[in-house]
């Protein structure tokens, strides 16, 4: 009898294994989705990809092109307007991935430049200091995290006091991290790596309030970013190409 039911129990083992396999290997994997089109209200960006996922070209309004080169931690981005080299930035990465320098030559012989350095506390951004090739006075500007969102930024101009939709985690399609850090470096969250998403800015002392709303699809992608300031709405599109 112990012999009889211990078969019994192996059967039901397998079987329910089997069906489970089964069910594995029948439920779909989610698409992989990248940014193909960025649409502001005056600009429209083509993105273009390397064949291992990484940023080629972003091309603008058909006569601006930003192409991306990659060498271990650095990216080199040259600007072509009208088929002519318009500037050139090596952006060096740290071990997280988050910008630590950028050199942006602004002539064809590199002695014409602007410099960016920057410093975190792990990967929140707390210092960037702004020199150029002229010798100005160098631009420091430094910022303050909360909850893993960076809540302020004080420079010489004043303060920018920013708010976040603490009900939305960070996904591609930020302002900040899409429209902000993939246009400019060809990645997203290069620079300020937030938890959640932007949900305003505020200035000048308060007088100048600027909303972001984000509209999503059925599958939860950011396919607009509405920025509301001063009764006007300014909208983004996102695009996007699925395997």
Known sequence: MKKKYSIFLMAIVILTTALSCKKKKHEPEPP?????KITTPINTHDISYYSDGRVQGISTNANQVRNFNYSGNTIISTTMVDGRVDERS???????GLIVNVRTETNSTGTEWNNNVYEYNGTQVVKRTFTTSSGTTPWVSSYSWSDGNMVSASSPDGVTQYEFHLDRPMQVGDYFGTVGDLLQYGQTNIFRRNANLLKSTISSGGSHIQNYDYTFDASGKITAITAVSGGANRVTQIE????
Not at 240 to 243: L, T
């Open 32 to 36: 992989v989705c990248r940014i193909v």
């Open 240 to 243: 996007y190409e699925c395997q």
């Open 90 to 96: 090596i952006i060096t990465l740290d071990a997280n």
